[in-house]
């Protein structure tokens, strides 16, 4: 084993400093009496109280949620379909296209994934909205649940659901009684990737956004542009502490998950 040593302390240290620090920042400042965001001025929560007044910011994170959720739920359940079927069926016609397909977005510059998005909305008259965000989101991030899936898929033992079609089950009962179960843990990952990529998404959102739908990331990037001011801090603190319970619930879900998941083969393998 390595030894822990001062140099691997120190870059240790400088790495999460340099990942960490900034967002520490953002968070003491905006408890910041001042309005100026760089000369602080005593204690306060009043921008928080002033970001609940602001219909804007708020119109734009319920924006966010909405398209956050259904995005990510439609993106992990296509996610989930093609994982099974690139892990599961094995070759057949068009399946080097239809994998390329799948994961395209993940090389594909977003500048133009939303371009091409953009014009297809135009070129079938679609009006720009909160449902084009959606489609939108859904695209680029379905490839994201589907390499979660498959690599959790590619180390699921066969022999489980073998068993259970031999039990008497369906495929389908079969893959939705033992093997979803069993890949929970990876869908909950994927869907959780998923509503992050759309909560943090600018460069798609702001090509397929339209006047009567925008997302907190162009709300915040329109507002930076006049100087950061104090409920941007509020804002962000607020956001980085749902992502951080967000994690730490997934956490503890998937931790337990696979608890269960251990013990249930083991529980399996001393029966047979």
């Known amino acids: 084993m390595r030894r822990f040593t001062w140099f691997n302390a120190t870059a240790l240290t400088l790495g999460f400093a340099f ?3 900034p967002m520490l920042i953002l968070v003491i400042y905006s408890f910041n009496a001042s309005k100026l965001v760089t000369v602080w001025a005593g204690f306060s929560t009043k921008w928080y109280g002033e970001l609940i007044n602001n219909d804007a910011f708020l119109d734009a994170a319920w924006v966010t949620v909405q398209v956050g959720v259904v995005s990510s739920t439609f993106a992990t359940v296509l996610g989930t379909m093609a994982a099974y079927v690139l892990v599961r069926v094995g070759r057949f016609p068009g399946r080097t296209l239809f994998s390329g397909m799948i994961y395209a977005p993940l090389v594909m510059p977003e500048v133009i994934t939303g371009l091409s998005l953009l ?3 135009i070129g079938i008259g679609l009006d720009r909205g909160i449902f084009t965000i959606i489609l939108a989101h859904t695209t680029f991030s379905m490839c994201y649940v589907s390499v979660v899936v498959s690599s959790r898929l590619v180390s699921f033992d066969k022999s489980l659901e073998e068993a259970a079609l ?9 893959f939705r009684l033992v093997t979803l179960p069993i890949i ?6 994927g869907w959780l990737l998923a509503f992050t990529l759309s909560l943090d998404d600018l460069v798609i959102a702001s090509f397929t956004a339209g006047p009567s739908a925008t997302t907190l990331p162009i709300k915040i990037f329109s507002a930076v542009r006049l100087g950061v001011s104090p409920e941007i801090n509020a804002l962000s603190t607020i956001m980085i502490g749902i992502v951080a319970v967000g994690v730490i619930t997934a956490s503890i879900v998937s931790k ?3 608890v269960k998941q251990q013990q249930d083969e083991q529980a399996a393998a001393r029966a047979t």
Do not use: K, N
């Open 166 to 174: 031999d039990l008497g089950c369906s495929p389908f009962t079969a």
């Open 119 to 121: 014009l297809l909305f």
């Open 184 to 189: 929970a843990p990876a869908v909950i990952s």
């Open 256 to 258: 337990r998950a696979a």
């Open 19 to 21: 990942l960490y620090l």
